[in-house]
């Protein structure tokens, strides 16, 4: 399984980025697709995921209302809206895939993940 993210950079505050993730060398209906975020001395944490085939998602509580996860079968892709962006949102943020049929919140839970995307909100 290879997972490439992509989309990250540098945003105002209130700004808006969407980030993807390519992912290659499975069937990923079987699949749950994950985003998470890791800030510099922090530990990964849990932003969002959609299990592929029922479609579910779940939401970190900070990211509820701002945040949209969301896959397209025809691309293998994931894809995270992000709107209303603050600077505490600035992070590398990751993609993982799990095989599995519910919703999946913690790092070892995944088995795949991705180099990860820089992204940067300036207040």
């Known amino acids: 399984v290879q997972l490439v993210e992509s989309g990250g950079g540098l945003v105002q505050a209130g700004g808006s980025l969407r980030l993807s993730c390519a992912a290659s060398g499975r069937t990923f209906s079987y699949y749950t697709m994950g985003w998470f975020r890791q800030a510099p001395g922090k530990e990964r944490e849990f932003v969002a995921d959609i299990n592929w085939s029922r479609g579910t998602t779940a939401y970190a509580d900070p990211v509820k209302g701002r945040f949209t996860i969301s896959r397209e079968a025809a691309k293998n892709a994931v894809y995270l809206q992000m709107n209303s962006l603050k600077p505490e949102d600035t992070a590398v943020y990751y993609c993982?895939?799990?095989?599995?049929?519910?919703?999946?919140?913690?790092?070892?839970?995944?088995?795949?993940w991705g180099q990860g995307t820089q992204v940067t909100v300036s207040s």
């Open positions: 993982a895939a799990v095989r599995g049929s519910i919703n999946y919140h913690r790092t070892y839970e995944y088995d795949y």
